[in-house]
């Protein structure tokens, strides 16, 4: 009797011994690529989204402790289409599974082609431009479009009864496609709009905006550009005072930092948001990314981070599946991140056969008091619209 | 239409000041010392910075912030004069580089140290409007400037032709063996140089940012459209340095009021090079130009 229950002893803790040793020999060390601009004229938004990036890679540490783990390596493109690409050449070279980050469609599409012919997946939320998706490429995912920001900016337009609105836009490849997409749904409506294109450089907006004022004399003024951009307006039209109802602008502009930085120019203006400001989380995971979040980087989330942590979160499960499935090292993570359907901070994503996110949808947030109220559309509102007003 | 015209001469007005003003300190330089400084536009960020510092650190007023920005500038100009003034073979084309590199690094400093979010005062004197016959419109931070850059301007230039400094700076200028000869000392003439361009990044700085905003990408924009006035100045021309920022300020805000304001930087250019074709050492170039 003994005997039996020595050996009974010897063969369990072989048998948990073998266990533990597989289970060992399956955890495995992630290496996921990140490139984006850190420096040059993107780096603003750049570093917002590596936040995000970081709190996913943190996070999912957490999630997935004892089995696997994740590292990201981060190259700076230094806003440059080409750095972007030999960035991502670096990336492949050191072994990386897949690749997230990228800021500005310029940027993503030759980096994103650089990532195809690698045979690496490449997830982004930094470029909105439609010539990124219609390239087909299988590698390519992206969580947002064009058609979400777009919607959120007509939807609300709308709601104000606006009959003429003059949208100013920077000519860049992402801004260009929702201004003129926006242009085309407004004008189908019966909506007079006048396009102002206008060039990066710019930073005296007043001769356009008095342009605007004395020509178009429109309800709202769309503005579809950067910060930068958003400030150099909204000052052109606080000393010009042209006799609109609103301000509406998409990405960037809704935000904490704006709200902070430039109060009194910012009070009543439309952006596109995906939260409120202060920020109120309720699902666990939102509450958890919002409180890493604060941990690293002691503050709250803005929606850079989020898309940031959204993208990267969806690949690093992806990467778990695959690798469970076998199919990881045989080029089985785009099929695999194909197969995603997940509800997230920023809503539910799947993926098409091009990469695009077809469910995105944006929110419109206004500037109230130093806050960030959601006020666009009714079912995610969480306070009321304050309109007509104007900064000035 | 009257009225936009108007006020488009107003606004390139207003824009040429701005652009004479972060100019003329590389117009100075380039003067006496034959360099062009390729980090000066980096020099009057980091003056934008030292405002911003010391009105988010002790809520002072970004105009007292000027003597701190001065004496930082300053010391950050000379430092730019040490390292240039080892160059002893090919200066022309290593100070190219070198401030290149400078540019760069300073660039990079200030992203470390204030992050790439943008900026700009939060005093709102400087973003009040200023009505002049209910047609002219322009930000109080405009007008300022535009006054300010002005009277510097015009201080630098009666300071290089009427004080003993400011002749050996234009003697330099001309002939550097001939003014070593008759006295003058080069290494105290150039260093003067740059601390005087240094004191003209300072008020640039402050003027950015009261009246624009700041980001740390934005040096090399400045430096670049610096560059562009300076050689459509002549090299080394001060009353030229204003005549030629404003010739761009106000072709610019007329393309933008008449054609596209994504075509103004594409009008500037075609100014600069109609200019150069015309006259290829630029509108009072001729040799050394210096306070001509």
């Given at each position: 009797m003994k005997r039996m229950l020595a050996n009974l002893v010897t063969v369990s803790t072989l048998a948990l011994s073998v266990a533990l040793g597989a289970g060992a020999a399956q955890a495995k060390d992630f290496l996921l ?23 996913a890679v943190e996070m999912a540490n957490r999630s997935y402790a004892g089995k696997h783990s994740f590292k990201v ?22 072994g990386v599974v897949a ?185 666990p995971e939102?509450?958890e990314?919002?409180?890493t ?19 990267t979160r969806l690949l690093i499960d992806a990467v778990v599946r695959a690798d469970e499935a076998g199919t990881l090292s045989k080029?089985g993570l785009?099929d695999e991140?194909?197969k995603?359907?997940a ?50 | ?292």
């Amino acid at each position: 009797m003994k005997r039996m229950l020595a050996n009974l002893v010897t063969v369990s803790t072989l048998a948990l011994s073998v266990a533990l040793g597989a289970g060992a020999a399956q955890a495995k060390d992630f290496l996921l690529g990140s490139e984006l601009p850190l420096t040059g004229s993107l780096a603003r938004v750049g570093q917002g989204m590596h936040e995000g990036i970081s709190v996913a890679v943190e996070m999912a540490n957490r999630s997935y402790a004892g089995k696997h783990s994740f590292k990201v390596q981060t190259i700076d493109d230094e806003t440059s289409p080409a750095k972007g690409v030999a960035a991502v050449e670096k990336l492949a070279g050191d072994g990386v599974v897949a690749i997230t980050g990228g800021y500005g469609s310029n940027i993503i599409g030759p980096a994103s082609e650089a990532a195809q012919k690698a045979g690496l997946v490449y997830i982004t939320s930094g470029g909105v431009s439609p010539e990124l998706t219609q390239r087909g490429y299988p590698t390519f995912f992206r969580i947002n479009n064009t058609d979400g920001y777009a919607l959120a900016m007509i939807g609300l337009l709308q709601d104000m009864g606006a009959r003429k609105v003059s949208i100013v836009y920077l000519n860049k490849d992402a801004t260009s496609s929702l201004a003129k997409q926006v242009n085309g749904a407004l004008t189908a409506k019966g909506v007079t709009v006048g396009m102002h294109e206008f060039d990066g450089s710019t930073s005296d907006f007043k001769p356009l905006m008095n342009k605007v004022k004395l020509q178009d004399r429109p309800d709202a003024i769309a503005m579809v550009g950067y910060e930068n951009d958003y400030v150099g307006i909204l000052r052109a039209a606080k000393v010009l005072k042209p006799q609109v109802k609103a301000m509406v602008g998409v990405w960037s502009l809704a935000t904490a930092q704006m709200a902070k930085e430039f109060p009194d120019l910012m009070e009543t203006v439309y952006g596109t948001s995906m939260l409120p400001y202060p920020v109120e989380f309720t699902h666990p995971e939102a509450v958890e990314f919002a409180a890493t979040y604060k941990k690293l980087f002691n503050k709250d989330p803005d929606y850079l981070g989020q898309f940031g942590y959204v993208q990267t979160r969806l690949l690093i499960d992806a990467v778990v599946r695959a690798d469970e499935a076998g199919t990881l090292s045989k080029g089985g993570l785009p099929d695999e991140l194909r197969k995603t359907d997940a509800n997230t901070l920023i809503g539910r994503v799947t993926f098409d056969k091009n990469g695009d996110n077809l469910n995105f949808t944006h929110r419109m947030g206004q500037h109230q008091g130093g806050k960030v109220v959601l006020v666009w559309p009714q079912d995610a509102a969480n306070g009321k619209m304050n309109f007509p007003a104007v900064p000035w | 239409m009257f009225e936009l015209t108007l006020q488009a001469l107003f606004s390139g007005l207003l824009a040429g000041g701005y652009y004479a003003t972060v100019a003329v300190g590389l117009a100075l330089v380039f003067g006496t010392m034959r360099v062009i400084n390729l980090a000066h536009g980096e020099l009057v960020l980091l003056a934008a910075y030292v405002a911003y510092a010391a009105e988010t650190t002790y809520g002072v007023n970004p105009v007292m912030a000027i003597p701190v920005a001065l004496v930082i500038v300053g010391a950050a100009s000379a430092i730019v004069y040490a390292l240039l003034s080892r160059i002893h073979q090919d200066r022309e084309i290593n100070s190219l580089i070198l401030t290149f590199g400078l540019g760069i690094i300073l660039t990079n400093a200030i992203l470390s140290i204030w992050k790439a979010d943008i900026h700009s005062t939060s005093d709102p004197w400087f973003q009040d409007s200023m009505v002049v016959a209910d047609t002219l419109f322009a930000m109080n931070a405009e007008v300022a400037s535009f006054v300010g850059g002005l009277v510097l301007m015009a201080g630098v230039w009666w300071w290089l032709n009427h004080s003993w400094q400011g002749r050996a700076v234009r003697a330099l200028s001309s002939n550097r063996a001939a003014a070593t000869l008759m006295g003058v000392n080069p290494r105290r003439i150039e260093i003067l140089s740059f601390l005087t361009a240094a004191l003209l990044a300072t008020f640039a700085g402050f003027a950015i940012y009261t009246g624009k905003t700041v980001f740390p990408a934005l040096g090399h924009v400045l430096t670049v459209k610096a560059f562009i006035i300076t050689v459509l100045a002549g090299m080394g021309s001060i009353p030229g340095v204003l005549v030629g920022a404003v010739m761009i300020g106000v072709i610019e805000s007329l393309t933008v009021t008449y054609l596209s304001a994504s075509l103004q930087e594409l009008a500037g250019m075609v100014l600069f090079l109609v200019v150069l074709f015309v006259s290829p050492s630029g509108l009072f170039g001729g040799g050394r130009a210096l306070a001509r």
